[in-house]
């Protein structure tokens, strides 16, 4: 006697999720109710046979379920797939880095590519298949149970070479002072800030004309430790809370005299866009707006000038180009022992990385004593950002590029590995997202 038991599946649940920019979909299906069909092809199983037959294929079908949701592996998998290639970009970028430090130790040319982007398609597909057969005279009974998965990932990969007006305007372009401000305002160490971005300080009269300059190149040694005492001179005020790194903000008048009342809508739409219509002495009106001019580093609060005197100061220091950073500790303020006027020229990203890569051999920094009248403060470590080379691969965690035989890693130390952090971030600012490139390289799996 043969009885045929068939397992029917019904209410099932489909779960499908799409992921922003990585497309991928996963469906699962899990039974919630199971109805058993038995078909007696001789005779009916009866009493104390039929629910052991029941409870068999119940558990068997249970446990094909539990396999089956535990299969479906789908969420783990797109994580650790997109953290894996969020680490790779992140490890690229910094052997990028590395490597072109490398390319100017040697006297070679730099090259920069930048992954524009990353599109994955990840597929999984979970099958669950349960027959069975129970014999109820003797022989051995006969359970099939087929289970399936597949899955398939699709990466699709865009870089693109930083060359011609791209390479002008990001590499060799000097960086502008609200980057220097961005830096210092999200904590950034200002002497360590200012010596790896500062090409050196241009000082300067009250009314802005060119006095001297002093260099940050340890090549010339004396307007070498001068710049790391005035570096270090401001690190003392800003840990006392007594310096200022922000930008000018004033009203800029837009109309000046208006004989007529504006409209209604004027004064809406001009509130919208940060717009101010003020009636003045006369019954006529004057548009202003608030302007954020250039950034300044005092040791006095630029908010206490009035707005004339900010606005003023603001178009003074507009006669400067951009990648230059007003400067003016007053011998009256705070710090005032060590007076200084004048402006912090920027450096390029190819110019950080050749006075990396130059202090490496040909140039390397020195300790420098702050040797400040009054004030007692660290200049810190000797070079800006210390690059091993060595023969032996370094400690893993540490940044490293294999060059030319050699091993080049970030020196092991808070003050380097902070240093390295804010190149990585002036990096990521100066190359950006690269458009209108001419023919993008993609490679497709």
């Known amino acids: 006697m043969i009885l045929s038991a068939v397992v029917h599946a019904t209410n099932f ?34 009493g104390s046979r039929v629910n052991p037959c029941r409870r068999a294929i119940l558990n068997l079908v249970t446990g094909a379920i539990a396999v089956a949701v535990s299969g479906c592996v789908g969420p783990p998998v797109l994580e650790r797939q997109v953290l894996g290639y969020d680490e790779v970009t992140k490890t690229l970028d910094e052997k990028l880095l590395l490597l072109n430090i490398a390319r100017v130790a040697n006297e070679e040319t730099v090259h920069f590519t930048s992954t524009s982007s990353i599109a994955a398609t990840f597929n999984w597909i979970t099958t669950l298949g349960v ?14 149970l087929n289970i399936g998965g597949s899955a398939s990932e699709n990466p699709t990969f865009s870089i693109s070479p930083v060359s011609g007006k791209e390479f002008t305007e990001r590499i060799a372009t000097p960086f502008r002072d609200e980057i220097f401000e961005f830096l210092v305002f999200q904590g950034g160490v200002i002497n360590q800030v200012t010596r790896l971005m500062a090409a050196g300080i241009e000082v300067q009269t009250p009314d802005g004309r060119f006095v001297r ?12 430790e001068e710049f790391r005492r005035i570096a270090a001179h401001l690190q003392w005020l800003n ?3 007594q310096l200022f790194v922000r930008p000018l903000v004033f009203e800029e008048t837009l109309i000046a005299d208006f004989r007529n009342v504006p409209r209604a809508e004027d004064i809406n739409n001009g509130f919208n866009m940060g717009l101010r219509w003020r009636q ?4 006529n009106y004057e548009l202003t707006r608030l302007k954020a001019g250039r950034v300044v580093v005092t040791n006095f609060d630029p908010m206490a000038l009035t707005d004339q005197q900010r606005f003023e100061l603001d178009e003074k220091i507009k006669k400067n180009p951009s990648g230059f950073v007003y400067l003016d500790i ?17 450096r390029s990203m190819f110019q950080i990385l050749n006075f990396i890569a130059r202090g490496i051999r040909i140039a390397p920094e020195f300790d420098v004593s702050p040797d400040l009248p009054t004030e007692a403060t660290e200049a810190g470590p000797a070079a800006t950002l210390k690059i091993n080379i060595t023969d032996n691969p370094p400690d893993r ?4 590029i294999y060059y030319d035989g050699y091993y080049y ?12 952090l804010l190149l990585s971030v002036l990096f990521q600012t100066a190359v950006g997202k690269i458009e209108n490139v001419g023919i993008p390289i993609t490679i497709a799996k």
């Open 13 to 46: 649940a489909g779960v499908q999720s799409t992921i922003a920019g990585k497309a991928s979909s996963i469906v699962a299906a899990v039974a919630h109710n199971w109805r058993l069909n038995l078909t007696t092809h001789s005779r009916v199983c009866r």
């Open 131 to 144: 027959s069975g057969q129970i014999a109820e005279s003797k022989g051995t009974n006969f359970l099939n």
């Open 213 to 224: 300059f002093i260099e940050n190149d340890p090549r010339r040694p004396k307007e070498y």
């Open 239 to 241: 840990d006392n809370r």
């Open 280 to 283: 003045k002495s006369n019954a």
């Open 330 to 346: 007053q011998p009256d303020g705070p710090g005032g022992n060590f007076p200084i006027q004048g402006a912090i020229k920027l």
């Open 397 to 400: 965690r540490l940044p490293t």
């Open 409 to 420: 890693s970030v020196n092991d130390t808070v003050w380097d590995k902070t240093t390295f």
